[in-house]
C-alpha cells in the first residue's frame, strides 16, 4: 500500500478543519484535472492521487483511521476509493445529481474492505483458522447509527423529511440529496453521548477467516457483510481477503497437482533402490525400479492438492533427475573404466538406437 501522505498532497497541515481541506482540494483539482492537462499521464496520476487523499481526509472516519494507521501498516485497511464522489462535489454535486438514486443508495452501504493474508504452503494445502483484527465502522448501539439521544431528533425542515430535494432544469426533473441533513431526513437536536452524535464507531474487530483447504496464493476470499457498517438500515460492506501463499522449498504447484524434482545418483538409477520423498505433511518411501532414467516421472495419485470444489485431490508428480558425479576419485575412475570395458550395446538401448540412426542417415 502506498505511504504517500495525503496531507502533503493536499497541501495541508495535520489540523486543517474540513472546510480547509474541501478548498483545497478544489484548488488542486481544477489545477491538476486531466481535461485541463490533456494527455499528461503525470496529471493523471497526480489528479488520481489527489482524488485519494481527498476521500480519506474528508471524511471524518476515514480521516480518523487513516490517522492512526495510515502510516504503519496501511495494507488492507483501506478500501476501494470511490473517484466518482469526489469528482461530483467539484462540478456541483452533478454527478452524484444524474445518477442520484443509485448514488445515493450506494453511499448508504458500508464501505467495502480488504485485507491481506499470509499462509505458508502447507495451511494452504490442509486450510486454517485466521484471526485478524480489523478495524471497522461500527453502528453504535445505543442510537442505532442516528447520532441522536432518545427523542433528540426532529425532521429536517429544509426537506421536509424526505432526505432529498427535488427541483425541475429545462426537461429534466432533477433530485439531489439534502444538503442540510445528508440524506438522513432527521436533524439532531440531542446528541448521543455514546458516540458522540456520530452514530458509529471505529472499534477493531477479531475476525476469524476459514481459509479453505487447496486455496492457492492470489486467490481472494469474500466475507460478506463484514466490511463498515451501512448508514441506518442499510447493509454492511463486505471484507475481501487476499491470499497470499508462501513458496514450498520442494513442492511447485500447478492447478491442483504438485510437482517435486527427485535427484537420485546414476547408480541408485541403474541399480533400483528406496528412496524417501516429501508428501503434503510429511515423508514417504518408493521404490525407484532398476534402470530409471532421468526425466522420468512417476505419479502418485491423489497426493496432490486437495480441490476446493468437488472430491478428491491432485496428483504429485516426482521427477527424476539423475545425478552423473561432478569429479571421481581414482578409485571410482578405475571401477567405471572397468564398468566401460565390461558394458555391451543392450546396456544403453537408447544410444544405440541413436548411432545405428545417425549411420542411416549418413549412409543415404
Ligand atoms: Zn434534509
Ligand atoms: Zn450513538
Not at 458516540?195 to 486455496?215: F, M, Q, R, W
Not at 476470499?221 to 491470499?243: F, H, K, Q, W
Request: proline fraction near 5%; charge should be negative.
Amino acid at each position: 500500500m502506498s505511504t504517500i501522505d495525503y496531507y502533503e498532497i493536499l497541501e495541508v497541515g495535520r489540523s486543517a478543519t474540513t472546510d480547509d481541506i474541501k478548498r483545497a482540494y478544489k484548488r488542486l483539482a481544477f489545477e491538476w484535472h486531466p481535461d485541463r492537462n490533456p494527455g499528461s499521464r503525470d496529471c493523471e496520476e497526480r489528479f488520481k492521487v489527489l482524488n485519494e487523499a481527498y476521500q480519506v481526509l474528508s471524511n471524518p472516519d476515514k480521516r480518523a483511521r487513516y490517522d492512526s494507521f495510515g502510516h504503519i501498516s496501511s495494507e488492507g485497511l483501506f478500501t476501494e476509493f470511490d473517484f466518482e464522489a469526489g469528482f461530483g462535489d467539484i462540478f456541483g454535486d452533478l454527478i452524484n445529481e444524474v445518477f442520484s438514486g443509485a448514488a445515493r443508495g450506494k453511499s448508504r452501504r458500508g464501505k467495502d474492505l480488504r485485507y491481506s493474508i499470509d499462509l505458508t504452503f502447507d495451511e494452504s494445502l490442509t486450510g486454517c483458522g485466521k484471526t485478524i483484527q480489523v478495524p471497522r465502522r461500527t453502528e453504535c448501539p445505543e442510537c442505532d447509527g442516528s447520532g441522536a439521544a432518545p427523542g433528540g431528533d426532529i425532521p429536517c425542515q429544509s426537506c421536509g423529511g424526505r432526505g432529498e430535494l427535488q427541483y425541475s432544469q429545462g426537461l429534466f426533473a432533477i433530485r439531489r440529496t439534502c444538503p442540510t441533513c445528508g440524506g438522513s431526513g432527521r436533524r439532531i437536536v440531542k446528541g448521543c453521548i455514546e458516540c458522540n452524535s456520530l452514530g458509529y464507531a471505529i472499534i477493531e474487530h477479531d475476525i476469524t477467516v476459514k481459509v479453505p483447504a487447496g486455496i492457492s496464493d492470489g486467490a481472494r476470499l469474500r466475507m460478506r457483510g463484514e466490511g463498515d457498517a451501512g448508514y441506518i438500515g442499510s447493509a454492511n460492506g463486505d471484507l475481501y481477503i487476499d491470499v497470499h501463499v508462501e513458496e514450498h522449498p520442494l513442492f511447485r504447484r500447478e492447478g491442483d497437482d504438485l510437482h517435486c524434482t527427485v535427484p537420485i545418483s546414476f547408480v541408485q538409477a541403474a541399480l533400483g533402490d528406496e528412496i524417501e520423498i516429501p508428501v503434503p505433511g510429511g515423508k514417504s518411501t518408493i521404490t525407484i525400479p532398476a534402470g530409471t532414467q532421468s526425466g522420468q516421472t512417476f505419479r502418485m495419485k491423489g497426493k496432490g492438492v486437495p480441490r476446493l470444489e468437488g472430491r478428491g485431490a491432485g496428483d504429485l508428480y516426482l521427477d527424476i533427475h539423475v545425478e552423473v558425479p561432478v569429479k571421481l576419485n581414482r578409485t571410482q575412475r578405475l571401477l567405471l573404466e572397468e564398468f566401460a570395458r565390461a558394458s555391451k550395446e543392450e546396456n544403453v538401448p537408447m544410444a544405440k538406437r541413436f548411432v545405428s540412426r545417425l549411420q542411416e542417415l549418413i549412409n543415404k
